[in-house]
C-alpha cells in the first residue's frame, strides 16, 4: 500500500475525508480526480500533493491539541496518535522523494 492509500484510508477511517474527491481536493490540493488518476495509473504522487497532505496533518493535529477535552479523551488522543504516524510517513516519502542522490 502506498502512502496516499494508506493515508486515505486512515483519514476515511478517522471521518476525516467523505470520499476520493474531497480527499484529492481538502488533503492533497490537487484536482477531484487527481486521487483516483494515479490509482488508476498506478502513478506516484507529486511532491505538492505530499507537502499539502503533510501540512494538512500538521493542522489536523494542531487543532486536535486545541480540544479542552483532548487529555480526557482517549479517542482524540488514540486519533491524534495515528495521525502523528501518517504525519511521519508522510514526512518520510517527501524526503525519499525530495532528496534522491
Known amino acids: ?18 470520499n476520493q474527491y474531497d480527499y484529492s481536493r481538502r488533503w492533497l490540493g490537487m ?4 486521487y483516483s488518476s494515479l490509482k488508476a495509473t498506478n502513478g506516484e504522487p507529486s511532491i505538492q500533493a505530499l507537502s499539502k497532505l503533510f501540512l ?30 501518517l504525519r511521519e510517513s508522510v514526512l518520510e516519502s517527501l524526503r525519499r522523494n525530495c532528496c534522491v542522490e
Open 1 to 18: 500500500m502506498n502512502i496516499l492509500e494508506n493515508a486515505y484510508i486512515t483519514l476515511c477511517d478517522h471521518q476525516l475525508s467523505q
Open 31 to 34: 484536482s477531484r480526480s487527481y
Open 56 to 85: 494538512r496533518l500538521e493542522d489536523e493535529i494542531e487543532a486536535n491539541r486545541s480540544i479542552r477535552s483532548f487529555a480526557f479523551s482517549p479517542s482524540l488522543r488514540a486519533r491524534q496518535s495515528t495521525l502523528n504516524a
